[in-house]
């Protein structure tokens, strides 16, 4: 298999190669025109190859050079495309609310299911989705896989509180992914329940699980401002939790939001895995990175 990334996801490209003999390297020339146009040539031969690209919707940019190494390695004949996408954004805008607001994760998935089919198929793995419908979005010439980053999760739940600890959901939306998770590890799961006061304001009316005395672990797949995550480990300490830490799957720290967590008090640490580029640019002992790399290469295994 050749191995290609978009330039925000290198890091991934680099450790896959080193973990696994299976993977080629796979060379992209990128360069910037002065009117801010995006140059891209592809210069291994990819005919006749099972090509794989790594590449996340970070931002639309990203997302169009991902589409655009997609669709040219396809034009030069490769025989089966992988596209790997860690993380997939989109997630604010996964249905509308209001007449006429745009499902830009509907329209992004229609864009790569609008990559030509190779000989052997198109095949498109998405980790740890906000909503488990997303993959419904993408049409007939590619086919989805929802690949859940579970072992991970509880590898880091594991080296934070063994097997002594409370799962808990910032709110009811991740109720089911958290109990499941809670019952594979064999411990108990709590969540917050809400109540919206404005557009932007909640208030947490209740705690479904006791947590006094207990180290709680907060479980959300994506953290961004944090802003929601503080509220809720507020409203667990109040329970009288002795102690917070915290997992995501996607750590996207935007707004300085990392620094907002520990700024708290109340976060002993926080885990997250390497889906986006943002987790790792992060130094700080605060936060705990976890690869997703093995679990990649796992997929081309089945």
């Known amino acids: 298999m050749i191995l290609f990334a978009t330039r925000k996801y290198e890091y991934l490209k680099d450790e896959i190669i080193k973990i696994d003999s299976r993977f080629e390297l796979g060379e992209v020339k990128t360069n910037t025109f002065p009117d801010g146009e995006i140059y891209h040539q592809i210069c291994t031969t990819v005919a006749q190859q099972h090509v794989v690209i790594i590449g996340g919707t970070t ?16 034009q030069l004949g490769a025989n089966k495309l992988s596209i790997v996408i860690p993380y997939f954004g989109y997630a604010t805008m996964e249905r509308a609310v209001k007449s006429g607001e745009i499902v830009k994760a509907k329209t992004r998935a229609l864009l790569f299911s609008s990559i030509p089919q190779t000989p052997f198929g198109n ?18 010439n590619c086919r989805t896989v929802h690949v859940y980053c579970k072992n991970i999760i509880k590898e880091a739940a594991a080296e934070i509180g063994n097997q002594n600890f409370v799962l808990a959901s910032t709110d009811a939306g991740r109720a089911k992914w958290v109990e499941s998770l809670a019952n594979d590890m064999n411990v108990n799961a709590t969540l917050c329940f809400k109540r919206r006061i404005s557009g932007n304001e909640t208030q947490i009316t209740s705690i479904s699980a006791d947590v006094k005395d207990k180290l709680v672990i907060i479980y959300d797949d994506m953290i961004r401002t944090g802003g929601s995550l503080i509220q809720a480990a507020k409203a667990y300490k109040e329970a009288g939790a002795s102690n917070i830490a915290v997992i995501t799957t996607h750590g996207l720290f935007i707004q300085d939001a990392l620094q907002k967590l520990k700024n708290a008090g109340i976060i002993q640490c926080v885990y997250t895995t390497n889906s ?22 796992e997929q081309f295994s089945l």
């Open 276 to 297: 986006h580029p943002n987790s790792i640019a992060i130094q700080d002992d605060f936060l705990v990175v976890k690869s997703i790399a093995k679990l990649i290469t």
């Open 59 to 74: 931002d639309d940019s990203s997302t169009l050079e991902l589409y655009d190494i997609a669709i040219a390695c396809e």
């Open 123 to 140: 095949d498109i793995f998405l980790f740890d989705l906000h909503t488990e419908g997303l993959p419904y979005y993408f049409e007939k």
